[in-house]
């Protein structure tokens, strides 16, 4: 073999393309949504083929969800644990709602919304690495509080989905304020209810 030749490895190459995948699924998310993403778009952006991307991601949902989720991480912050229960949970509705109302934040929460209703697979995924750790570390922080399981579930949906649901409706007319007036309310009533 010729010695001027670089042998590339094929590792080194595969993760290269994946990289330039997954960037380029993000910046076609953000661009043209979710229902204008298409597998030969990403291709194009990520100048690989679709076989490529078939390689990794049996469909688009799929594909979307990875993605999303490598961002989710960032969204996905535990419950603080000190003696104030409304505090705590303020305090992470604060952060939450800050980061889903930026233009970023709130396309990424529509964009897991879609992409889970347009495949159960994506959807069960999707609920595994994002929506089930969001309520648990509000569950787990109130179940710390000595409430009843039942009662902290039903409390850690009316947190969340008091969150997601106003920002998935319209994130321009939703605040951080009002997401924390919201959880000092859902609370107040939480520890009357005791």
């Not at 992470?92 to 964009?111: D, F, P």
Request: aromatic share 4%; no cysteine; charged share 25%.
């Amino acid at each position: 073999m010729p010695t001027n030749l670089i042998q590339v490895n094929p590792r080194r190459r595969s993760e290269k393309s994946r990289t330039a995948i997954v960037a380029a699924t993000r910046e076609l998310l953000l661009e043209r949504g979710f229902d204008g993403l298409t597998i030969e778009a990403v291709a194009a952006r990520a100048g690989v083929g679709k076989q490529t991307i078939y390689r990794w991601w049996s469909s688009r949902p799929a594909l979307v969800a990875d993605v999303m989720l490598e961002d989710a991480d960032k969204l996905l912050v535990s419950v603080n644990h000190t003696d104030d229960l409304a505090a705590d949970l303020v305090g992470w509705v604060r952060k939450l709602a800050t980061t889903l109302t930026t233009t970023r934040g709130s396309a990424m929460l529509r964009i897991l919304t879609v992409a889970g209703m347009e495949h159960e697979d994506t959807a069960v995924k999707l609920r595994t690495g994002f929506s089930e750790p969001l309520h648990d570390s509000v569950r787990t922080r109130i179940l710390a509080d000595g409430i009843d399981e039942l009662t902290a579930e039903s409390t850690a949906d009316a947190i969340v989905g008091g969150v997601v649901y106003p920002i998935l409706s319209n994130p321009q007319r939703y605040s951080r304020r009002r997401a924390e007036h919201t959880t000092r309310i859902i609370v107040e009533a939480l520890v009357r209810g005791r």
